[in-house]
């Protein structure tokens, strides 16, 4: 009885053990996530303070473009708030009130009360210095393709003819079709409430001469011939890292789901041993088992020795899927081999890192 009782002690321990390795595997993703999500606030937040640096100094331009990349790391009310009274010093009003407005939308969401109280009420008292383009497409005409743009921008065909704010300043604006001669205009939309309406004209239609052919398609039963190249005498570090980055979660997720099977299997056995002991303690008071008290011990010692090797086994193989995932190993030199003996198993993780 006493070594059916150290084997199960080994087993309870081995279970204990169970539990911490779960939590390893379970926190490893997201370990690596949450330390991501920390250094993005990091970084949002020094950009943040820099950017508001950068307004004490009365350099708004860089604080604006500073506040920006702030705002798209980490987005936040604050930011946004800054961000919006950065494009009003520099004069851009209507980048500033849709800012105010968003922003309040967002703080009202989030339940920032006095933010959102903020940001509608400058919102609000921009509105009266808001500068509009009205952009007018050809009327009666109808030119399929047309695309008409503001600053490189398309403008959506539901802004055609509205009068939409806008930030003061020079407007390059274009409107092109497929065989149709493009058309350009630049203007100058002044700031304080100014209204200004831009007619955009019919195109006219290029003559067939100058309209350029369609490319010839290209045949399905002939694929297309590509020149052959040389392979780079030296590896590139891309080329080296490539292997590293299409399997390592994949095998890790695997190694991971067959251990904690295994680890399930094994606390099966080690309860059972558990069970089988305290019956064969029962049946043989005083040391002796005879009968089902010998089939009892029998049974305690099986199930103890299959409990150890399988919690051993599935340990290993939820460290091994842990180490694959963080460390990210080499696909072509990757060895992976599980032993089990009586009593014992061994995991070989080979390769290079």
């Not at 094994?266 to 041993?273: K, L, N, P, T, V």
Request: charged share 15%.
């Amino acid at each position: 009885m006493h070594d059916t009782t150290s084997a199960l002690d080994l087993s309870i321990r081995s279970l204990c053990l169970t539990a911490a390795c779960l939590v390893i595997w379970a926190g490893a993703a997201p370990g690596v996530s949450a330390q991501s999500s920390t250094s993005d606030k990091a970084l949002a937040e020094s950009l943040f303070d820099r950017g508001l640096e950068l307004m004490k100094d009365g350099k708004d331009e860089e604080a604006c473009q500073t506040l920006e990349r702030s705002q798209a790391v980490e987005p936040g009310v604050g930011t946004m708030l800054y961000l919006a009274e950065c494009y009003e010093k520099l004069g851009r009003t209507a980048s500033a009130w849709a800012m105010y407005r968003e922003a309040a939308s967002l703080a009202q969401e989030q339940g920032q009360t006095e933010r959102a109280k903020k940001g509608a009420t400058r919102a609000e008292n921009l509105q009266a210095s808001l500068s509009k383009l009205t952009l007018v497409p050809p009327s009666n005409v109808t030119i399929p393709g047309i695309l008409i743009t503001r600053n490189g921008n398309v403008v959506p065909a539901a802004a055609l003819g509205v009068p939409v704010p806008v930030d003061p300043g020079e407007q390059k604006l274009t409107a092109a079709a497929p065989g149709y001669a493009p058309w350009n205009m630049t203007v100058e939309l002044p700031a304080n409430g100014a209204r200004l309406v831009v007619d955009v004209p019919a195109l006219q239609q290029l003559p067939p001469s100058e309209v350029a052919p369609p490319p010839p398609p290209i045949a399905q039963s002939e694929p297309t011939q590509v020149a052959p190249t040389l392979a780079p005498t030296q590896p590139t570090a891309a080329t080296n890292e490539e292997p590293r980055s299409t399997f390592h979660k994949p095998l890790a997720y695997v190694l991971g789901g067959v251990g904690i099977v295994t680890l399930g299997v094994g606390s099966y056995f080690g309860i059972r041993a558990i069970t089988e002991n305290g019956k064969a303690d029962d049946a043989c008071p005083d040391g002796r088992c005879m009968g089902q008290g010998f089939e009892h011990d029998q049974s305690a010692r099986s199930a103890a020795t299959a409990a150890n090797v399988l919690v051993a086994s599935g340990l290993a193989l939820v460290a091994a899927g842990v180490v694959v995932y963080l460390v990210r190993p080499r696909e072509d030199n990757l060895e992976v081999a599980l032993t089990a003996g009586p009593g014992s198993a061994q995991l070989k993780l080979q390769g290079s890192f």
